[in-house]
Nanobody, 120 residues
Framework: VQLQASGGGLVQAGGSLRLSCTAS????????MGWYRQAPGKQRELVAD???????SYADSVKGRFTISRDNTKKAVYLQMNNLKPEDTAVYYC???????????????WGQGTQVTVSS
């Protein structure tokens, strides 16, 4: 199983970016999907996640600015980031809880990370 993330880059404060992440490989089911970020010298933190049903949760720092969505047919999760701030600068990682067969329990998989840099 692989998670391939894309869409990061350099943007000015107030700008927007859209991150995408697609899962591939031998997958039976995908449960929750989400985005985390890690800034230099800080711990990785949850930005937003979305259940298979579509219910979402967000970190307080991004509420009203970021929107997470998913396309279950494409095994993909997206993060629309608007009104970006310099403090949003971090490496963003996608995450998915995936079951690969009926024997093994679901486990978490991670993408490779994509850099988001917001200049002031």
């Amino acid at each position: 199983v692989q998670l391939q993330a894309s869409g990061g880059g350099l943007v000015q404060a107030g700008g927007s970016l859209r991150l995408s992440c697609t899962a591939s490989g031998s997958i039976l089911s995908i449960y929750s999907m989400g985005w985390y970020r890690q800034a230099p010298g800080k711990q990785r933190e949850l930005v937003a996640d979305i259940a298979y049903s579509g219910s979402t949760s967000y970190a307080d720092s991004v509420k009203g600015r970021f929107t997470i969505s998913r396309d279950n047919t494409k095994k993909a999760v997206y993060l629309q980031m608007n009104n970006l701030k310099p403090e949003d600068t971090a490496v963003y990682y996608c995450n998915a809880r995936i079951r690969i067969n009926i024997v093994d329990f679901p486990r978490d998989y991670w993408g490779q990370g994509t850099q988001v840099t917001v200049s002031s």
